[in-house]
């Protein structure tokens, strides 16, 4: 029957969709696609080579020169003869889960080789020789020095048993270390036709991937530790009313314990005004600096921790404290900071009238990572 001018005009029928179907798939196709981007930032390049390997260079010397420092002293803190006895120090190991290597025998000769392994492995640590093997060395000598004698430790000790620990599962021999410059020669021997045996590509590239997503997930884990210990100790003072009056470092700068310099300690507090602003500033530093780290005002905030670091090495003799702090700071420093601070440090050596190095090798950029292939064949 024909359509009458009278009839209602009906648009074709459409199946019923489920509410918010559309919305739905958006969403999960925004979430799929965020999820792949965190994916391949994990496992296809590792990030901050440059900055993991000043922590290895970092912790590596530090622990280094603490081990001399303490040297003449070694055997009353960690070996046979300390007051804490090996036997209570195993003692309590069963109680704490804690170990040592220094307490599997009472003889000095062998407390005296364990001393003599330590400060080669932080050298060649520091040194980063064969990194991936003394990394694990060097997490056993840090862990075995501070379980020995751990009632004596501090929060210096502390960080730099955390970071030890961490450093094992970054590959922090890729840059500024003897592994790289063994892997500069072997390319290059590869390039001029010497045959190197080769793994199969699918085990090269799964290798690859779990390197760099360990790397990669260990380098934001000891980002997160300095956020964490910076921004809990911010939130801890905040709590205090000798902080919030602006005299707490008044009492700090009176503790006799904490007086290398007494003189100086004196003359440091007698500045009641700049006193007070610096430890508004401290805690101000503290509670900011986990959401400052995003932007350029992480420079200003990264120098004024560094200046505050040095203040407390000279005013309160905690070298080892403060040089973990600052230390475990340059993790924020991006790559492309330390190969300008290379360029210029290979300038400013540079003597005059030499050729200028070639644009390519030591440009201002950041090296490429590489792919898959070429990581495989670039890692310690």
């Avoid at 801890?236 to 007494?262: D, I, M, S």
Wanted: hydrophobic share 50%; charged share 15%; net charge positive.
């Amino acid at each position: 029957m024909a359509p009458t001018g009278n009839d209602p005009i009906r648009p074709p029928a459409v199946p019923d969709e489920p509410t918010g179907g559309p919305l739905f798939a958006r969403l999960l196709a925004r979430l799929s696609g965020s999820g792949r981007g965190a994916w391949a930032l994990l496992t296809e390049r590792p990030i901050s080579l440059y900055a993991v390997s000043v922590l290895r260079i970092g912790y590596g010397l530090l622990y280094l020169v603490f081990l001399l420092r303490e040297f003449p002293y070694r055997d009353e803190i960690w070996g046979p003869g300390s007051p804490w006895t090996p036997t209570l120090a195993r003692q309590l190991f069963d109680q704490t889960g804690w170990a040592s290597v220094l307490t599997l025998s009472d003889s000095r000769i062998y407390f005296e080789g364990c001393y003599a392994a330590a400060l080669v492995v932080c050298a060649l640590f520091a040194l980063g020789w064969r990194t991936r093997a003394v990394s694990v060395l060097f997490a056993v000598v840090v862990t075995s020095f501070h379980a020995r004698a751990i009632f004596m430790t501090d929060g210096g000790d502390n960080l730099v048993l955390l970071m030890a620990l961490y450093l094992v599962l970054t590959a922090s021999g890729r840059r500024w270390s003897l592994d790289a410059r063994r892997l500069r020669r072997r390319s290059a021997e590869s390039a001029t036709g010497r045959w190197r045996p080769d793994v199969a590509p699918r085990l090269r590239d799964a290798r690859h991937t779990l390197v760099t997503a360990v790397h990669n997930c260990g380098l934001l884990v000891i980002a997160f530790q300095v956020c964490f210990l910076y921004g809990a100790a911010g939130l801890y003072k905040v709590q205090g009313g000798t902080w919030g009056g602006g005299t707490a470092l008044h009492y700090v700068l009176n503790l006799e314990l904490f007086q290398p310099w007494p003189a100086l300690s004196h003359w440091a507090d007698g500045h009641a005004v700049a006193i007070a602003v610096a430890g508004y500033l401290t805690v101000l530093l503290q509670v900011a600096f986990p959401f400052v780290l995003f932007g350029r005002l992480k420079y200003p905030v990264l120098t004024m921790l560094l200046g505050m670091h040095i203040g407390i090495a000279v005013l309160m003799g905690l070298p080892l404290f403060s040089g973990a702090m600052i230390i475990a700071d340059t993790v924020f420093l991006p790559d492309r900071f330390y190969v300008a601070v290379a360029n210029l440090c290979r300038r400013a050596v540079r003597r005059p009238g030499a050729p200028r190095a070639a644009s390519g090798a030591h440009a201002g950029s950041v090296p490429k990572q590489g792919s898959p292939a070429s990581l495989a064949r670039s890692r310690p």
